[in-house]
Nanobody
């Protein structure tokens, strides 16, 4: 059974940092696309960043470029999202998800969202002003 466990969320002040972790179990960590998504109150879920085993990192939200970095540790079966200089508009529930297709990160929006095979439960990030 594939399971994803996201952690690292919390309450932080504007300008602060958090590192989210997503531990993936029951999944062959060879060809993959693992993404971080977020859903703010009253908004649809959106893709934030994605990392592919073959094609590297992808970012989808202009406002996080230069502030958020996705990385992976294959030995630890973990994907991270380092979030720096956090802003109140980053407040959301953050989810990680995985696809067994290493090209999935090349897609965006609904295609990316629906293309993920497995999802973890979210972790809440709250940025106070």
């Amino acid at each position: 059974e594939v399971q994803l466990q996201a952690s690292g969320g919390g309450l932080v002040q504007t300008g602060g940092s958090l590192r989210l972790s997503c531990v993936v179990s029951g999944f062959t960590f060879d060809d993959y696309s693992i993404g971080w998504f977020r859903q703010a109150p009253g908004k649809e879920r959106e893709g934030v960043s994605c990392i592919s085993s073959a094609y590297g990192q992808f970012n989808y939200v202009d406002s996080v470029k230069g502030r958020f970095t996705i990385s992976s540790d294959k030995a630890q079966r973990t994907v991270y999202l380092q979030m720096n200089n956090l802003k109140p508009e980053d407040t959301a529930v953050y989810y990680c998800a995985v696809s067994s297709w290493d090209r999935m990160c090349m897609y965006r929006d609904d295609v990316l969202d629906k293309g993920m095979n497995y999802w973890g439960k979210g972790t809440l990030v709250t940025v106070s002003s």
